[in-house]
């Protein structure tokens, strides 16, 4: 690979994480304790690519006697930088359904749950509900009704689901988190669609054979923008 191509790539890359890092972008791959370090990644390799293209812009003066033989490649930035403008979509019901197999709840590391927080519908992550919904022998849940939000999966024609994906550390590692939603309505939004919901568990419906996943009966259901971060840790 020729020099003037490698510093392109360098600033292509350097940009790209700038730009993705300062728009909030970067929360569509990786999680935000590592917004600094994509930050630090994109100003060293745009530094270093600066410093590489002026070194050899010089030598290129000093052989060839004038500026233009080896500026010229630099015009190739131009039209490259167009590819910033376009930024993949978060995961969203297409890596659930190509994933069918759910997150497994993390068994707590606390010996009992506490107690959920107070109010006639507490608002629960996707990941804590499921968790308490394998884990917590109390029955806690079987008594509440408890508010979710999450994005609209159809898997089969006669399944909705209400899902979030959960990452360890970035997009490639993301794995869904997902329960069944017992509602005509429901089955009538577009996939994708994110809303927020009221609802009850049944008890007894998240088991080893289902992966887990358990059934909601939505009390309400209400459209809501897709969050900034559309995923769980």
């Given at each position: 690979?020729?020099?003037?191509?490698?510093?392109?790539?360098?600033?292509?890359l350097g940009?790209?994480?700038?730009?993705?890092?300062?728009?909030?972008?970067?929360?569509?791959?990786?999680?935000?304790?590592?917004?600094?370090?994509?930050?630090?990644?994109?100003?060293?390799?745009?530094?270093?690519?600066?410093?590489?293209?002026?070194?050899?812009?010089?030598?290129?003066?000093?052989?060839?006697?004038?500026?233009?033989?080896?500026?010229?490649?630099?015009?190739?930035?131009?039209?490259?930088?167009?590819?910033?403008?376009?930024?993949?979509?978060?995961?969203?019901?297409?890596?659930?359904?190509?994933?069918?197999?759910?997150?497994?709840?993390?068994?707590?590391?606390?010996?009992?749950?506490?107690?959920?927080?107070?109010?006639?519908?507490?608002?629960?992550?996707?990941?804590?509900?499921?968790?308490?919904?394998?884990?917590?022998?109390?029955?806690?849940?079987?008594?509440?009704?408890?508010?979710?939000?999450?994005?609209?999966?159809?898997?089969?024609?006669?399944?909705?689901?209400?899902?979030?994906?959960?990452?360890?550390?970035?997009?490639?590692?993301?794995t869904p988190?997902?329960?069944?939603?017992?509602?005509?309505?429901?089955?009538?939004?577009?996939?994708?669609?994110?809303?927020?919901?009221?609802?009850?568990?049944?008890?007894?419906?998240?088991?080893?054979?289902?992966?887990?996943?358990?059934?909601?009966?939505?009390?309400?259901?209400?459209?809501?923008?897709?969050?900034?971060?559309?995923?769980?840790?």
């Amino acid at each position: 690979m020729r020099r003037e191509s490698q510093n392109i790539l360098l600033v292509l890359l350097g940009g790209a994480l700038l730009k993705i890092a300062l728009t909030g972008n970067y929360l569509r791959y990786v999680k935000p304790s590592l917004h600094p370090w994509l930050i630090a990644a994109g100003v060293v390799m745009i530094a270093l690519a600066g410093v590489a293209i002026v070194r050899d812009v010089r030598a290129g003066h000093a052989v060839d006697g004038h500026e233009h033989g080896t500026r010229s490649p630099w015009m190739l930035l131009l039209p490259v930088f167009a590819i910033f403008l376009v930024a993949p979509p978060a995961l969203g019901s297409d890596s659930v359904t190509r994933d069918r197999a759910a997150a497994a709840p993390a068994e707590p590391s606390q010996a009992r749950f506490p107690p959920l927080p107070p109010g006639e519908a507490p608002m629960l992550s996707m990941s804590e509900f499921l968790t308490r919904v394998v884990w917590d022998d109390t029955g806690e849940l079987n008594d509440r009704t408890v508010r979710l939000q999450g994005f609209v999966v159809h898997p089969t024609p006669q399944t909705t689901q209400l899902a979030r994906m959960r990452i360890s550390c970035c997009a490639a590692d993301a794995t869904p988190v997902k329960v069944d939603l017992a509602s005509p309505r429901a089955e009538q939004l577009p996939a994708d669609t994110w809303i927020e919901i009221t609802g009850r568990l049944r008890p007894g419906t998240a088991t080893e054979a289902n992966d887990y996943v358990p059934t909601v009966d939505p009390q309400t259901i209400k459209q809501i923008p897709a969050p900034p971060d559309s995923y769980e840790y």
